[in-house]
């Protein structure tokens, strides 16, 4: 049964710096990882999608990494804004099911 | 090209009474997934549908929880009796492929109804 887990839970940087938000699954049988954010009380918007035979992918100041050996997956966010300021969700798609599993998401706060 | 769309966006029921939730998917999807998010827990796989059929339904409490996909209309999540403890975010979400058909095969989300229950 994958499981995936995000830390830190909550995170508060001041504005400019660059941040790493970490996730780990424990099946590595999977097909893709999938980044996304969550605004209180909206629905989830996708930010990058990583493939099983992906290492990484970027978006503009976003950047998700993908070690399948070790069942990790990182985002890195450049020059973090308050507009960053959010939840942030990863999710495997594993290649026996046909579900993502979510993790609990790091909550993550940028202050002028 | 409209997102997924969900309604109603907002749902207020009184315990015992039925709450049924709708899901259009993306034009050109036909594979559609609900998800449950409980308050401070994370979001829950329920149910994975194609038109006309249930593929996988792992995730579906056992009772009072149903769901359809019919030929024609949207995806309908049914919650029949609710309880308290069904209070929640419910995500649709739709993909143009069967999820493991392709590994880019991106699942895109509704913006969710929020049930609560009186």
């Known amino acids: 049964k994958q499981e995936v887990t995000q830390i830190p839970a909550a995170l508060s940087v001041p504005e400019g710096e660059n941040l790493v938000l970490n996730c780990s699954f424990t099946d590595s049988a999977i097909y893709n990882l999938q980044w996304f954010r969550q605004d209180p009380g909206k629905g989830l918007t996708s930010l990058l999608l990583i493939q099983s035979s992906q290492r990484e992918q970027t978006s503009g100041r976003l950047n998700a990494s993908l070690d399948k050996s070790s069942g990790r997956s990182t985002l890195y966010i450049a020059a973090s804004q308050p507009g960053d300021s959010a939840t942030y969700l990863c999710?495997?798609?594993?290649?026996?099911?046909?579900?993502?599993?979510f993790g609990t998401g790091t909550r993550l706060q940028v202050t002028l | 090209n409209a997102g997924v769309m969900q309604n109603p966006r907002h749902l207020v029921r009184r315990r015992g009474q039925e709450a049924r939730l709708r899901c259009s998917p993306m034009?050109?999807?036909?594979?559609v997934y609900w998800y449950r998010q409980l308050p401070e827990e994370g979001l829950k796989f329920m149910v994975y549908?194609?038109?006309?059929?249930?593929?996988?339904e792992s995730g579906m409490p056992k009772e009072r929880f149903s769901a359809e996909f019919p030929k024609e209309g949207p995806s309908i999540l049914r919650i029949q009796q609710v309880v308290r403890g069904d209070s929640a975010a419910y995500f649709c979400a739709s993909s143009p492929l069967p999820p493991q058909r392709q590994a880019g095969n991106e699942q895109f989300f509704g913006p969710g109804t929020r049930l609560t229950v009186l």
């Open positions: 999710a495997a798609l594993t290649g026996t099911a046909s579900k993502l599993t």
């Open positions: 549908l194609q038109k006309e059929n249930i593929i996988d």
């Open positions: 034009k050109g999807h036909s594979h």
